[in-house]
């Protein structure tokens, strides 16, 4: 079966075990070329204060491989890449980080949904950080 779903659609999530099942095909695309270059370069919240730990796979780009360590203070980050993954920590995909980020899926649908994967209040603070937006992309020109 081949449909075009309407931007925001949740169709998909209603079948269940759907992943492995159905592959989805983007009109348009987004691509993290560079975990630690993206997270140091991105804004948060002024009022946010926090260390996240995230578990980031890739398979595509080895370098983005690797669990990094993202210090947030008062809105400024810091970032590095860590030696050992710790406790506390979110495991996602790179492409579960790229939806995350561009507000496309929230932290807590995606920990529904078993795509990210972690403690409740590291999930939590990505729900304040990266938060569920519309954005759109005008494809004509």
Not at 60 to 72: E, K, M, Q, R, V
Not at 94 to 113: C, D, F, P, R, Y
């Amino acid at each position: 079966v081949l449909w075009s779903a309407p931007m925001g659609d949740k169709l998909l999530e209603a079948i269940p075990h759907w992943q492995g099942k159905c592959t989805l095909h983007p009109d348009v695309m987004t691509r993290i070329l560079s975990v630690e270059s993206l997270l140091s370069l991105s804004t948060y919240p002024p009022n946010f204060t926090g260390v996240l730990w995230l578990t980031i796979t890739d398979d595509i780009i080895p370098a983005n491989n690797g669990t990094f360590s993202l210090s947030i203070h008062q809105g400024t980050a810091a970032i590095r890449k860590m030696a050992y993954t710790p406790n506390a920590y979110c495991s996602l995909s790179i492409k579960n980080l790229t939806a995350l980020i561009m507000g496309q899926v929230s932290a807590l649908e995606l920990a529904e949904q078993g795509q990210l994967t972690g403690i409740e209040n590291q999930i939590h603070a990505l729900e304040k950080l990266f938060p569920k937006k519309k954005n759109t992309i005008n494809e004509s020109f």
